[in-house]
C-alpha cells in the first residue's frame, strides 16, 4: 500500500511540474499523456527534458534525444518516439530513462 502511495505521489508532482512548465493547467494528464500533446516536442521538448532531469534528478546521460524530438518543423514528427507521462514517472521512481518504451 505505502508503494502505492508512493507511485501516486510522484504522478501528482509530476503532473503539476508538467503543469507549471507548460501553463496547461486546466486540462487532463493521465500517464497516456503525450509530451507532444503539450507543446513539448522540438528545442522545447529537449529544454522541458532538461529541467525534468535536474527536477526529479533523473539521469539524462544516455537519453537519446534525437530519438524523441526533432529541431526540424518540417520533419515528420511520427519518425520520432513518443515520450509519455508514465514514460516520465517511470524514469523518476528509477532515476533514469529506460531504453524501451512501452
Known amino acids: 500500500m505505502a508503494q502505492n502511495n508512493n507511485v501516486n505521489i510522484v504522478?501528482?508532482?509530476?503532473?503539476?511540474?508538467?503543469k507549471n512548465e507548460t501553463g496547461k493547467h486546466h486540462i487532463a494528464i493521465s500517464r497516456n499523456t503525450q509530451l507532444?500533446?503539450?507543446g513539448?516536442?522540438?528545442l522545447k521538448g529537449i529544454m522541458f527534458i532538461k529541467k525534468y532531469s535536474a527536477e526529479f534528478k533523473v539521469n539524462i546521460d544516455d537519453f537519446n534525444f534525437e530519438k524523441h524530438f526533432?529541431?526540424?518543423?518540417?520533419?515528420?514528427q511520427e519518425t520520432t518516439?513518443?515520450?509519455?507521462?508514465?514514460?516520465l514517472e517511470r524514469a523518476i521512481i528509477h532515476g533514469r530513462f529506460?531504453?524501451?518504451?512501452k
Request: aromatic share 6%.
Open 11 to 18: 504522478l501528482s508532482l509530476l503532473v503539476n511540474f508538467v
Open 36 to 38: 507532444k500533446e503539450l
Open 40 to 42: 513539448l516536442d522540438g
Open 70 to 76: 526533432t529541431e526540424k518543423q518540417h520533419q515528420n
Open 81 to 87: 518516439k513518443p515520450l509519455t507521462i508514465g514514460y
Open 98 to 101: 529506460e531504453d524501451d518504451i
